[in-house]
């Protein structure tokens, strides 16, 4: 995924609305805790077709989970 995702100015609108979906952090923690420890390289495309949700939903998830983990390594590295 392109890094410059935040950049576009309907990222925000995007997340807002992801956000707001009922099923969202279910499938969020669905993803964070199973699906990428059996596939670390999902697409955002497959992700969407496996759990039957939108593209943008899968974007988002998929972005802020490798975000997190991102943060996370530079923080246990610093330690």
Do not use: F
Request: charged share 25%.
């Amino acid at each position: 995924m392109d890094e410059r995702v935040e950049e576009n100015p309907l990222w925000s609108i995007l997340v807002q609305t992801v956000h707001s979906l009922p099923m969202y952090p279910v499938h969020k923690a669905y993803v964070r805790d199973t699906l990428l420890y059996e596939q670390p390289d999902l697409t955002a495309e497959s992700l969407s077709h496996r759990l039957n949700i939108s593209l943008g939903e899968a974007l988002v998830i998929l972005h802020e989970i490798r975000e997190a983990q991102k943060e996370g390594l530079k923080r246990s590295q610093d330690t």
